[in-house]
């Protein structure tokens, strides 16, 4: 006879992560492992879910978030839970909470400013540190760790508006190292913002050189992705090659009205690319994004809403044009006077982004910010808007290969050994939902709004989310790159 499982999941369609067609199975878990899947009819088990024919499918793996404060400080990471995530790329676009080494300036150096406007959580002068904080009060869900380019510029130089110094870039290796020992699994960048943009090719080359003993990844935001973005995809691939590491292009789009179409290029030439060295992209199934408010990001878009304000925060969820005309003033005046503050730039292509979310080798990542007082949508809805309206409504993948790009094809690009797919001996990070019913409520109008369809999310083998709620378990963990 034997002994029970800890948790047995009956009755279930199986989409494996691997982008292979359901099938039907129950899936015994034992500790935090999958242990067996097929028909466990007579098994016995300590707890029971019967997924009455819904999907259980490996738990959505985040490739691009701005988590490094929420993991530490929220309570439960219910903008993750709640759309079915139990992993999360935490770091990017050059922005990492540590390390650092030294008080942070005084106001809080944009974009820095997305994951803590105040400045206290800059409170790790070693990333060590913070991986430990993350360790010894575990999030609810596993998160994977990227060091900030811009983060440790602002930790190592006196100004920002010119290349590193060779005594900066050493001190900015020897960081990244430390953070690579510490757990990291690379170096994110932000050359599209200010405090990098003096920061010339060679600059990252040579702080990112440690990541190839360490097999660590560079993701980036990069330097432009409107006009130049053909430009900054050679950098892009440059930087991987000379450095040795695979590249991730973060959030990839193509911005304003005379680049609409640009995708075609641009995925043609990462595909060549990727038949020469290893690339990954992600994407976010949205035409609107959202950083830190701007005078001349907002003249290039069609649409802008204030997310929040440090100065006025009462505006935060306005159109600025609204705003404007309220203060009686232009829309230039009424940003001096919101600012430090952040926004939703409405100036991408609806056939762009179906384009890219497309793509074979597109990763979803939500690239939300979970500190803003009326976030993007994308905080909230990324993954059940792929599940239920690209994917069921417009058809525009198979809910298999849906979930692949939230899933399997993510663990490997980022190396999360036994994460990602359904197999026996698996990690049990699992999301349950109904394929019927599952959606984004989240709205540009009202964006705090947990998904539908989301019935359970079980993060290394003990239920996270059940009914709507979270069950108050916090076993995530800090997980390790492990290069193929
Ligand atoms: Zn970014
Ligand atoms: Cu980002």
């Known amino acids: ?27 015994g878990i034992r500790g935090d492992r999958i242990e067996r899947i097929g028909d466990l009819g007579s098994a016995s088990a300590r707890a029971e879910i019967d997924l009455a024919w819904r999907v259980a499918a490996p738990g959505f793996i985040d490739a691009h978030t701005h988590d490094d404060r929420a993991l530490l400080g929220g309570p439960d990471m219910r903008p993750k839970l709640s759309q079915g995530v139990t992993t999360v790329i935490a ?50 869900v596993n998160s994977a760790l990227l060091v900030g380019h811009t983060t440790l510029r602002v930790a190592t130089m006196d100004r920002l508006d010119r290349p590193a110094r060779e005594t900066e870039i050493a001190a900015m290796r020897a960081l990244v190292i430390e953070a ?9 960048t932000g050359l599209f913002y200010e405090p990098a943009v003096a920061a010339p090719t060679e600059e990252v080359i040579e702080v990112c050189r440690p990541l190839r003993d360490f097999r660590g990844l560079y993701a980036t935001h990069m330097r432009c992705e409107a006009d130049q973005v053909m430009v900054s995809l050679e950098e892009t691939f440059r930087i991987g090659r000379e450095v040795g590491v695979p590249v991730v292009i973060s959030h990839h789009k193509v911005i304003g009205a005379a680049n609409y179409g640009r995708s075609r290029e641009t995925l043609d030439f990462i595909r060549r690319s990727m038949a020469t060295q290893p690339i990954c992209l992600d ?5 609107a994004g959202s950083t830190i408010l701007s005078a001349d990001r907002a003249a290039t878009s069609a649409r802008v809403i204030v997310t929040w304000s440090k100065a006025l925060p009462q505006y935060a969820g306005r159109d600025l044009s609204a705003i404007a005309d309220e203060m009686g003033v232009s829309q230039e005046e009424a940003i001096g006077r919101l600012l430090p503050a952040g926004a939703i730039y409405f100036r991408m292509d609806e056939d762009d982004v179906r384009r890219i979310l497309q793509f074979d080798e ?15 949508p994308r905080l909230w809805g990324t993954f059940p808007r792929v599940l239920g309206h690209y994917s069921r409504g417009l ?48 709205t540009y109008e009202a964006p705090i709004q947990q998904a539908l369809g ?15 709620r979270s069950t108050g378990a916090r076993t995530g963990r800090v997980l390790a790159r492990e290069a193929a």
């Open 1 to 27: 006879m034997q002994e029970p499982f800890d948790l047995l999941i009956r009755n279930a369609y199986v989409i494996d992560g691997t982008g292979a067609p359901r099938y039907q199975a129950d899936i």
């Open 91 to 140: 770091g990017n676009c050059g922005i990492s909470l540590a390390p650092m080494p030294r008080p942070i300036p005084q106001p809080v150096t944009p974009p820095l400013n997305l994951l803590d406007d105040q400045g206290d959580w800059f409170r790790f002068d070693r990333f060590a540190h913070y991986a430990q904080a993350l360790r010894s009060s575990p999030s609810a």
């Open 180 to 188: 690579m020992e510490a757990g990291a699994i690379g170096v994110s």
């Open 283 to 287: 994407c976010y199934p949205y035409t």
């Open 362 to 376: 597109t990763m979803i990542g939500s690239d939300g910010l979970p500190h803003d007082a009326s976030p993007h």
């Open 395 to 442: 058809g525009l993948f198979s809910l298999e290969r849906a979930v692949h790009k939230m899933t399997g094809l993510t663990a490997r690009n980022f190396g999360l050994k036994d994460r990602g797919v359904i197999k026996e001996g698996a990690f049990a990070d699992l999301t349950l939902f109904d394929p019927d019913t599952v959606a984004e409520a989240a």
């Open 454 to 468: 989301i019935e359970g999310v079980i993060v290394n083998g003990t239920l996270a989310w059940q009914q709507g």
